[in-house]
């Protein structure tokens, strides 16, 4: 069948097989591959795509055990972050790190080693895990964590399914009083702004921003920022009070049809960011959870606003050092192809080491574009401007990086390959963007 990521692009042939348990597993990897683990497809490109065959994990979504005076979870790697809000938020338990979608599994966050809005206070994902199941390619299971097996274990965070299927995993989640946040929303009317206002909000929890991509000149950088804290119970109003942990989730309304791609032009999305920006009045709001944290997933299949030939999502980022120059370079790149980006998203990362995980201190800007020649054309731009700027892009976003790109970008890439070959991993887990990048 033709799988495709969530940015629909590219659409590739492969064959997809189901493993309900560790058997079915062990039995598609004795096949001898090429294969790559898969999990709710929300990488944007072809990161879960294997070039002949495609493990689905989705079977595999039992929560195996709880203890609540750690607040570790243990369950399989196709268990949805939404299906564990569902459980634990009710009972004061949160994830302590979530992407901004909850449609992800446990194997997809820790095989991408995902970011949320609070890498800068708690790292990414893969630091909460405690331990993981990893079928390895000769069919042997692995535990490993950061105190077992850990070459393995730094390799497979981030690792996008490389280094074998991760089966099972045990990880933190941290308490809550509330299921709302405290938001706090800041306009900042330039790009310093933006960067200063980053810089003050090192004290809040969560914090990100919408950035408006086409402004040019000195509102070049204007954007909003959006910081949060979990509220605490006296925080709320009284009404709520009773039912601290009761949030009633939006009701999910999905787009009904391919949007015909010249319906984002320029044009279109400057009316859109025009609109956003006079809306993001400063202010301070509880809101859900879920309002907070996944916005988007209240419209489903909201990827196909665009269109058939679909999209794809530009995340890098750039060392603390050279973000001001680089950010600039990025936006006056983009302000004059013209070419419309509706979602432009900026985050501060805090320090992360890491083989392969994406996360490096310093400010990560993250951009869709509808899949297009004069799209990939800009993107080539962009990439030199990441490279000259010693920064690198997230591999669960892309869908057409070059090996070089990837090289320099990623100093543990050596390493990684020499781990993949001593456990003649390289063989057998293969995806269709691992065989692009010369992974
Ligand atoms: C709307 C939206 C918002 C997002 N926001 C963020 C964000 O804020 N921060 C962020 O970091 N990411 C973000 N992402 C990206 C997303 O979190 C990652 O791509 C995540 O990996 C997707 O999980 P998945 O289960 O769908 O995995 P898939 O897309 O199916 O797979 C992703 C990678 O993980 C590997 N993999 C999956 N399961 C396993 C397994 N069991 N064993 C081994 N390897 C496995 C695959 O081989 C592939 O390389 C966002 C994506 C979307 C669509």
């Known amino acids: 069948m033709k799988l495709s990521g969530w940015g629909r692009f590219p659409r590739v042939e492969s064959r997809l097989v189901t493993a309900r348990d560790q058997d079915d597993a062990v039995r598609a990897v004795a096949g001898g591959g090429p294969l790559i683990a898969r999990g709710n497809g929300r990488a944007y490109g072809d990161a879960a795509i294997g070039p002949r065959t495609t493990l689905s994990l989705l079977g595999m979504d039992r929560m195996l055990g709880f203890d609540p005076d750690s607040g570790v979870l243990t369950c399989e790697a196709g268990v949805l972050l939404r299906d564990i809000l569902g459980v634990f938020v009710p009972r004061g338990w949160f994830p302590p790190v979530t992407p901004g979608t909850k449609m992800v599994t446990v194997g997809g966050m820790i095989a991408a080693d995902v970011h949320g809005k609070n890498h800068h206070a708690a790292g990414s994902f893969g630091d909460h895990v405690d331990s993981l199941d990893l079928l390895l390619a000769d069919g042997r299971v692995v535990t490993c964590g950061p105190n077992r097996a850990p070459e393995l274990f730094a390799a497979t965070r981030g690792g996008m399914g490389l280094t074998g299927v991760i089966l099972r995993a045990s990880f933190r989640l941290i308490p809550v009083e509330t299921g709302y946040i405290r938001q706090e929303t800041l306009r900042a009317d330039d790009l ?130 050279t973000s001001a120059d680089g950010l600039r370079a990025l936006l006056s790149a983009i302000g004059a192809a013209g070419n419309a980006s509706f979602l432009a998203v900026l985050k501060l990362f805090g320090r992360q080491d890491g083989l392969m995980s994406f996360p490096m201190e310093g400010y990560t800007l993250a951009l869709d574009f509808p899949a297009s020649t004069a799209t990939l054309g800009l993107l080539l731009d962009l990439d030199a401007i ?54």
């Open 192 to 321: 310093a702004g933006i960067m200063a206002m980053f810089e003050d909000s090192a004290g809040w929890t969560y914090s990100v921003a919408w950035i408006d991509c086409l402004a040019k000149g000195p509102r070049m950088g204007r954007s909003l920022l959006f910081r949060g804290e979990h509220a605490r119970l006296d925080e709320l109003p009284a009404a709520a009070r009773a039912r601290p942990l009761d949030v009633t989730l939006r009701r999910a309304r999905t787009v009904p049809f391919d949007v015909p791609a010249i319906a984002l032009n320029r044009l279109s999305v400057g009316a859109f960011n025009a609109l956003y920006w006079r809306l993001g009045t400063p202010r301070e709001e509880l809101i859900d959870y879920d309002r907070f944290f996944y916005p988007l997933d209240s419209l489903l299949e909201w990827n196909r606003i665009y269109g058939r030939p679909g999209f794809t999502q530009y995340q890098c980022v750039l060392p603390l050092s």
């Open 386 to 439: 990441v490279a000259d700027h010693g920064g690198r892009l997230y591999l669960a976003k892309d869908a057409r990086m070059g090996a070089a790109l990837l090289r320099r970008g990623y100093p543990g890439l050596d390493g990684f390959q020499a781990l993949r070959a001593a456990h003649g991993l390289a063989a057998v887990f293969r995806s269709v963007q691992s065989e692009r990048l010369g992974l």
